[in-house]
């Protein structure tokens, strides 16, 4: 394979909004500015084949039920004649491999931490047919080692775009219902809080809610999903409001977990001026300028582009050592680790950024520089090139 315009089929197991999905959309995009001819395979569509569509970027979605969802996929590969097939989950991984049989392609895997849990791990003969196994931090290579890959494996961190706002900050809060500036935080409230009996249903829209001045207010993009761990965000979010200390939290995203968290929401006595739930959202980048922190309290992760747009955003961000975060952030330095599972750590965390926007600063400028000098998203896009022009 040693021709420079390379043909590359990307295949996801669908186009709905999450990290990954996004992170396929970019890097084909920035392979076609490359002068390659880059597409997309999903199995199932979502919300982000309108987006690829407006964006001129060829994606062809399957569907249907096996055998014939197999039959049309063999029918894409045959139709694109691809040089690389670059698989980015199990599920699809077992489509890429029908694609190399039948095309002689080379075939990429990316393990975004999704070869652990509840998905499907890849066969040993869907390892065997792999030529390049990429993980997306080391602590995912490592564990895509442990579970019996026998070919190259190697590192390419995550990358992300530092591109200039489209809205400013002042825009995007009054948008939202929010001040300006958050207040300092108040002193503990003697005051009850409400009865989760008496408490109203989680807020459903990005609607104002009767916020007063600037409200201090934290971001967490993210699929409802076990492993995303919205219930020790709710959790720390009842904490903080029995202490006295107001925080909202945009939650964006969708997911299976959904209904489930919203029951604990309104178990918990969380509603719109803790937690509002704006569901999928295309401008999280300009959401990101609303917020004054960031937060993931993931149980796993791979390496977490939200978090990285985050601190591209100069945010300080709350996340858990998990995956390859640490890999990242440094505690302290580019900002705050926390336990997994730990809803009081969580809020004490924040409470800290609430508190002291001094450290908010700090955090936010070190992350900024920590993503910008290291993790951009065109080394990582030439890297990827680099692996694809090696594999012979």
Request: hydrophobic content about 45%; some cysteine.
């Amino acid at each position: 394979m040693g021709t420079s315009t390379l043909r590359i089929v990307h295949v996801v197991s669908s186009l709905n909004g999450g990290g990954m999905e996004h992170f396929v959309l970019r890097l084909a995009e920035a392979q076609r500015r490359h002068g390659h001819d880059a597409s997309i395979l999903a199995l199932r569509g979502g919300p982000l084949a309108d987006l690829a569509r407006q964006r001129a970027l060829p994606a062809t979605v399957l569907g249907g039920r096996l055998p014939a969802r197999v039959a049309d996929a063999a029918l894409a590969f045959a139709r694109a004649r691809p040089h690389v097939i670059h698989a980015h989950n199990p599920t699809a991984l077992h489509y890429a491999t029908v694609g190399k049989l039948l095309t002689r392609a080379r075939l990429v895997f990316t393990d975004h931490a999704q070869t652990r849990g509840i998905i499907r791990i890849p066969s040993r003969f869907e390892w065997r047919a792999t030529d390049a196994v990429v993980g997306c931090s080391q602590d995912t290579a490592d564990k895509s080692g442990a579970v019996g890959v026998a070919g190259n494996i190697s590192v390419i961190h995550n990358g992300i775009d530092i591109a200039p706002a489209r809205r400013t900050r002042e825009e995007v809060r009054a948008e939202l219902g929010f001040g300006a500036d958050p207040p300092p935080a108040p002193a503990a409230s003697p005051e009850p809080a409400p009865s989760p009996a008496e408490s109203p249903e989680p807020a459903a829209s990005p609607a104002p809610a009767g916020l007063s001045g600037g409200a201090f207010v934290g971001i967490m993009p993210a699929a409802f999903h076990p492993v995303k761990a919205h219930d020790v965000l709710l959790r720390a979010l009842a904490r903080l409001r029995d202490r006295g200390v107001a925080v909202t939290v945009l939650i964006v995203g969708d997911g299976d977990e959904r209904d489930r968290i919203h029951g604990l929401a309104r178990e918990l006595g969380i509603h719109g001026e803790e937690a509002r739930f704006l569901g999928f959202r295309k401008d999280v980048p300009d959401l990101l300028l609303a917020a004054d922190f960031f937060v993931l309290p993931s149980r796993d992760e791979g390496l977490p582009l939200a978090v990285l747009e985050a601190m591209a955003r100069s945010l300080p961000v709350v996340v858990t050592p998990v995956g390859g975060v640490p890999e990242v952030v440094r505690s302290e330095e580019h900002g705050l680790l926390v336990p997994v599972d730990d809803p009081d750590a969580l809020a004490a965390a924040i409470e800290r950024l609430a508190r002291d926007p001094a450290l908010r600063r700090r955090l936010g400028e070190a992350g900024h520089a920590r993503v910008r000098d290291d993790f951009s998203f065109e080394k990582m896009t030439r890297k990827y090139e680099q692996l694809y022009l090696g594999l012979r």
